[in-house]
C-alpha cells in the first residue's frame, strides 16, 4: 500500500464530484428512498448532506418533516442551500455535533461512513443525538457488489485499485456488507438491513445513463489521479478500465451493482 494517500476524503469536492452525486441521488431515489417517510411534524437530522443531492428527496417525500442537514464541508452546505429549500443547515463534524442528547425522532446519513476512520463511533455520535425510540437510516454502497458484461480484469482492478484507496485514506469501500453488526454494536436494537440491488441492461434505458455511466463508471474515473500518483496503475491501463466500464453501458451490456439500506432503533433507557 506505500505511495497511497492516507487522508482526505477519496471523491473529492470538485463540479464534477457535485453532478455525479446529484446524478446518483436522482437516479436512485425510487430504489432507496421509496420507503423513506418522516411524519410531519418530525425533527429529522441528515448527517454528511453534501451537497443536498439527497436531501432533496428526503425533503420531497416527507414535506411535513422539520429537516435539518450538517456537513463538515462549507462549499458543499452553499451548494446544497441553493438546491433545496426548508431546511436549517449547520456546518458541522458528526462527530461533535452541536445538538443536545435525544433532539431528533430521525436521522438520516448516505455514503458517509464509508468515508470514515471510525464508522462505528460515528453511529454511536448519531445515537447520541436521537431520542429513546428514535430510527436510524443509513444507506451504503458496497463495491465488492459490482459486476458486469462484459467482463473486463481491468475494470475489476480499477474498482479494487478505489477500495484501495478508500481503506488508504481511512474508509472503506466494502462497507455495505457490515453495516448490521457496525449498527448492533454501536447500541442500535431492531436492526433491519435490506439489499437494495440496481440491474441495468438494455432493457432499462432510463438507469443505462445515471448508473453505470454517470454514477459509478464517474465514480472510478473520479479517482484516476490519486491512482496514478500512488502508483497504483498506468495511464493506459486505467483509461482501458474506463473504456470497459463504459462498454458494460452500450449494446448488449449489463451492469449490477447492491447497495444496503439499514434502519436501526435507539433502545429506551439510559443514552
Ligand atoms: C459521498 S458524500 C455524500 C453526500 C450525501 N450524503 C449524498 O449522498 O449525496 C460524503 C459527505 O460526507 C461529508 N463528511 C465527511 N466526514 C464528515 C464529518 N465528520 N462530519 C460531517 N460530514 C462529513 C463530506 O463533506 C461529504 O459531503
Not at 458486469?148 to 480499477?158: E, G, K, T, V
Not at 434505458?205 to 459509478?216: H, Q
Request: glycine share 12%.
Amino acid at each position: 500500500m506505500s505511495g497511497l494517500a492516507t487522508n482526505g476524503y477519496v471523491h473529492g469536492y470538485s463540479a464534477d464530484e457535485a453532478r455525479r452525486l446529484a446524478d446518483q441521488a436522482d437516479t436512485l431515489a425510487g430504489l432507496l428512498h421509496a420507503d423513506t417517510f418522516f411524519p410531519p411534524g418530525s425533527r429529522v437530522l441528515e448527517a454528511g448532506c453534501g451537497v443536498g443531492a439527497q436531501t432533496a428527496h428526503l425533503v420531497a417525500r416527507s414535506p411535513g418533516a422539520r429537516v435539518v442537514a450538517v456537513d463538515v464541508s462549507e462549499d458543499s452546505l452553499a451548494e446544497a442551500r441553493a438546491r433545496v429549500a426548508g431546511v436549517e443547515w449547520h456546518r458541522a463534524d458528526l462527530f461533535d455535533l452541536p445538538f443536545p442528547d435525544g433532539s431528533f425522532d430521525h436521522v438520516f446519513v448516505c455514503f458517509v461512513p464509508e468515508h470514515l476512520k471510525d464508522p462505528a463511533g460515528a453511529l454511536a455520535r448519531l445515537r447520541r443525538v436521537l431520542r429513546p425510540g428514535g430510527t436510524l437510516t443509513v444507506i451504503e454502497g458496497d463495491h465488492g457488489s459490482a459486476f458486469f458484461h462484459p467482463d473486463s480484469a481491468a475494470a475489476r482492478a480499477a474498482i479494487g485499485h478505489l477500495v484501495e484507496l478508500q481503506a488508504a485514506a481511512g474508509g472503506d469501500g466494502l462497507i455495505g456488507r457490515r453495516l448490521q453488526p457496525l449498527l448492533s454494536g454501536a447500541g442500535f436494537a431492531d436492526v433491519v438491513v435490506r439489499p437494495r440491488t440496481v440491474y441495468v441492461d438494455a432493457t432499462r434505458p432510463a438507469l443505462v445513463e445515471g448508473f453505470p455511466l454517470n454514477t459509478f463508471t464517474a465514480m472510478v474515473e473520479g479517482v484516476r489521479d490519486d491512482a496514478l500518483s500512488a502508483g497504483l496503475t498506468t495511464p493506459a491501463a486505467w483509461d482501458r478500465a474506463v473504456a470497459d466500464l463504459r462498454r458494460t453501458a452500450g449494446d448488449g451490456g449489463t451492469f449490477h451493482y447492491t447497495f444496503f439500506k439499514a434502519v436501526a432503533v435507539k433502545p429506551e433507557g439510559p443514552a
